[in-house]
């Protein structure tokens, strides 16, 4: 079946630096790729959709200037934390898809802002 | 290996009947459950979840079974609607770790 990887699976930085996490469909080409953001014992929240080669949609609510989504290829697409705080600490989750019907999951990074 | 499985890719249900999605999962230390729902080009939306101390939640026309000793999870939908056609994701975590998902089982509701 189709993978999706991320990359890093964990990362601690600094308050005030920037971090860059990586969502790879490995064996398909995405269409449109989704960030998620995971809080403890709650839903998902859905931060963004990103198309290939056009700007991310951003939910309401999610800074965009923080969090910045670059989807350069039809099989990567990026989510860069920028001036990252400790309430950023999360994990953060990517989907991606190639049909209207599919989605396939990234298996999370998690970030800790010290 | 896949810690939460959706063994049905898809399943096709009268409107009016009860809808039943399936759910296993082999990790004994998940103590949170959840179900997502999923339009065509469009991310999951969260539906309903339970907890581990729970074997039971109900939410209008949803509801979610949890047996524990079985390791396995289902999700009710009474009375199916047309509008309950789309793919549905069990997912579960364990404490401060993250949500795995299942490959999602897509629900047709027929006329």
């Known amino acids: 079946g189709a993978v999706v990887s991320q990359h890093p699976s964990r990362v601690i930085c600094k308050s005030g630096t920037s971090v860059k996490i990586e969502c790879r469909s490995l064996?398909?080409?995405?269409?449109?790729m989704f960030w998620y953001r995971q809080f403890p014992k709650q839903s998902l929240m859905l931060m963004a959709t990103?198309?290939?080669?056009?700007?991310?949609?951003?939910e309401q609510g999610v800074e965009k200037d923080k969090f910045l989504i670059n989807h350069a290829s039809l099989t990567l697409s990026t989510l860069t934390v920028t001036s990252a705080h400790p309430e950023d600490s999360s994990f953060y989750i990517c989907?991606?898809?190639?049909?209207?019907?599919?989605?396939?999951f990234g298996p999370g990074t998690r970030l800790t802002v010290t | 290996d896949q810690q939460v499985k959706q063994n049905s890719p898809s399943l096709s249900v009268q409107e009016g009947r009860i809808s039943i999605l399936n759910c296993d999962y082999t990790n004994s230390m998940f103590d949170y459950f959840l179900w997502y729902k999923k339009y065509p080009a469009e991310g999951p939306t969260f539906l309903i979840s339970i907890s581990s101390i729970k074997d039971k939640n109900e939410d209008g026309r949803f509801t979610v079974f949890l047996n524990k000793s079985a390791k396995h999870l289902s999700l009710h939908i009474v009375p199916s609607q047309p509008g309950d056609s789309a793919v549905y994701f069990c997912a579960a975590s364990a404490t401060d770790d993250k949500i795995i998902f299942g490959k999602g089982t897509r629900l047709h509701i027929l006329p």
């Open positions: 989907s991606a898809t190639q049909m209207a019907y599919e989605q396939y």
């Open positions: 064996d398909f080409q995405a269409t449109t």
């Open positions: 990103s198309n290939e080669g056009s700007k991310a949609t951003y």
